[in-house]
């Protein structure tokens, strides 16, 4: 039997074991924490890792058409003049003046409630799963305690970008239930700034990057002038990006300190830009199915065309149904030109590319796939979180909580362990063979204990394979014995066919 957690606490037990088994803590945890800021622990960081290299792997190694990039943080800051961020990168918020909390507006959802026609008050609800039923069910408390007779009409929820100044006091805080607490919705700045060089006014602003994809567009030029590359090519970089988040939350998928995996896809204005963008939706999903991501919980979310930013020809949403809800993963955009020609226009440099094939000079356009480091390993820790029932030792049924991490990216690949640890012979092969595995792979030893308790050690951190050296190992043939996590299935296998399997199921 394999089962999740409910989906309300699974995202409390995937804190949990994160924090108990040294993945994920929170920043500065000694200080009481610092919102919207984790650090990565043993595990996290080679999760962490493995999830980067197998992206810059199949994204850049494994391509002929995309080249690597690692540009700076801190950039001279008429590149976000440019690109629009100093003055249109900002998300609405709304305060409330008595509880001090501040909501995005567009994440916060109110509803007039509405009884034979007649308003008689309003409700609000922070967006989750679950805000309708929450909505409805504060509706028909506000109608009971009104004694008002007749119905209730269908609660229809708005964000607040959508409100009106009249209904401004009328929505109640979610934070005291009360209206007359919330402010207008006002834009707040997410760029983090900061100051470069000795003098300390406004001249010396700069600003931490919140993306890495204007350092891209600065360096698209040197890597046309410097490379060998022809269109359609792609230049992909993975680097930190910050963002001043209104309401960091969810854990990683809303942080302040982030990092980014981006390409800018460069085509011809002439292309079939839907067909590529479909190629590349096809690929980012394809890509996160190779690193374990059921096919089932990735959907597309298609943005409406009047919602599109003014240069944008269409951006697809790769949804993962995350532990609080279906939440966006990965962003494919279509942003036509607008990025180089702004920089064309600010820096003076001709962004303009002679195209081989046609004979024809142009700035071309671009798609851009853009993940997020943190979400996907948000993602993957979700798919492979599972609890089963497995016997133990003594052969009694027993609950037990696994990580079913893919073999690719699995922060510890396989460990290694001597049947029983007071006999010399069984530790110094098992020993022998963890030092040659430890050469190509991130491997674990582990002689304390019975043999049952380590293996369920090594399925609660995602291990995908055991191997245990016993008396056969030693007298017999050579064999170690195997036994996969999902399974628990083992079987006996050389040395030689132990490592063309690891082989096969690590780097393939
Ligand atoms: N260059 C385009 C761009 O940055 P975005 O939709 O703002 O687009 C792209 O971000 C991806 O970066 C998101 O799909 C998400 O995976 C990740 N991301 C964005 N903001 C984040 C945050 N505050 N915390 C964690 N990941 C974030």
Known sequence: MTAKASSDGLMEEIVGLCKRRGFIFPSSEIYGGYNGFYDYGPLGVELRNNIKQAWWRDMVQRRDDIEGLDSTIIMHPDIWKASGHVDGFSDPMVDCRESKLRY????????????????????????????????????????????????LEPIVLKDYTESMPEEYDLVPSPATGKPGSLTAPREFKLMFETKVGPLADDSAVAYLRPETAQGIFANYKNIVDTGRVKIPFGIAQIGKAFRNEITPRNFIFRSREFEQMEIEYFISPSADWKALHREWIDTCIDWLVSIGLPRESITEDIHPEDKLAFYSQATTDLMFQFPHGEQELWGVACRGDYDLKQHQEHSG?????????????????????????????????????????????????????????????????????????????????????????????????????????????????????????DFDTIEKDGTVTLRDRDTCEQRRVTEDELIQFLEEQIDG
Request: glycine fraction near 6%; hydrophobic fraction near 40%; aromatic fraction near 8%.
């Open 104 to 151: 995005r507006a567009d994440q916060l959802f109110f509803a007039p409630v509405i009884v034979a026609g007649e308003t008689i008050g309003y409700v609000s609800v922070v967006e989750c799963p679950e805000q309708q039923e929450i909505a409805e069910k504060a509706a028909a408390d506000i109608k009971r305690k009104a004694a008002k007779q007749g119905t």
């Open 349 to 469: 440099k001709s962004m303009t590319i002679f195209d081989e094939a046609s004979k024809e000079k142009y700035v071309p356009h671009v798609i851009e796939p853009s993940l997020g480091v943190d979400r996907t390993l948000l993602a993957v820790l979700t798919a492979a979180y599972t609890i089963d029932e497995v016997p133990n030792d003594k052969g009694k049924v027993e609950q037990r909580t696994l990580l079913k991490f893919s073999p690719k990216i699995a922060p510890v690949k396989a460990a290694i362990f001597p049947l029983l640890k007071n006999k010399p012979e069984l530790v110094e092969r098992a020993q022998a063979l963890y030092k040659k595995l430890q050469r190509r792979w991130n491997v674990f030893y582990d002689a304390s204990g019975a043999i049952g308790r380590r293996y369920r050690r090594q399925d609660e951190i995602g291990t995908p394979f055991g191997i245990t050296i």
